[in-house]
């Protein structure tokens, strides 16, 4: 038979392992959390920038002309840095560009950019991809470009 001063021996020291368990899982639990919440806002930005290149080479294709068309890119790059802060997505550094080549049937235009940001949790134990490449710090960056036919 077990005595009351045995059962309250037992009961602390399965607390004193629950603790122990918890502080075993929650720092991995925590790199898991943070992870998914830098994943995700790096996505974000990613979709962002995908839109923002596609639609800066939309807009230089509503510019009839020959290649250089300077109208035509600059109304491109103007829409990438337009859609950019219209998404609302704060602390976006942006590197818009537009180039026109001459092809087979007219101008095409090719509108690229690059938007770096920092992480919103500045967890740095997340390996995030870097701004050229690799893994990296605070700071990350994706890139993204369109091209679309233009019209002479």
Same mark, same amino acid.
């Given at each position: 038979?077990? $005595?009351? $001063?045995?059962?309250? $021996? ?5 607390? !004193?392992? @629950? @603790?122990? /368990?918890? !502080?075993?899982?929650? %720092? ?6 943070? &992870? ?11 979709? #962002? ?5 596609? /639609?800066? #080479? ?11 068309? *300077?109208? #035509?890119?600059? /109304? *491109? ?12 997505? *704060? !602390?976006?550094?942006?590197? +818009? ?6 092809? @087979?049937? &007219? %101008?095409?235009?090719?509108?690229? =950019?690059? =938007? ?5 949790? !500045?967890?740095?134990?997340? +390996?995030? +991809?870097?701004? *050229?490449?690799?893994? &990296? ?16």
């Amino acid at each position: 038979m077990r $005595h009351a $001063h045995d059962m309250g $021996h037992a009961r602390s020291r399965q607390r !004193g392992i @629950a @603790a122990i /368990e918890f !502080g075993l899982v929650m %720092p991995i639990l925590c790199l898991l959390i943070f &992870g998914l919440i830098d994943y995700g806002y790096w996505f974000t930005i990613g979709l #962002a920038a995908t839109n923002a290149a596609r /639609e800066g #080479a939309r807009a230089a294709t509503t510019i009839a002309g020959a290649c250089p068309n *300077g109208g #035509a890119t600059t /109304e *491109g790059t103007n829409a990438i840095t337009s859609y950019i802060t219209g998404t609302g997505l *704060g !602390g976006l550094t942006t590197s +818009p560009t537009c180039s026109c080549t001459t092809v @087979a049937s &007219g %101008p095409q235009f090719q509108c690229s =950019v690059t =938007v770096s940001f920092q992480r919103l949790t !500045g967890y740095s134990l997340v +390996p995030m +991809p870097a701004a *050229g490449g690799g893994l &990296g710090s605070d700071y990350t960056s994706v890139q993204a470009t369109a091209t679309m036919r233009g019209t002479n």
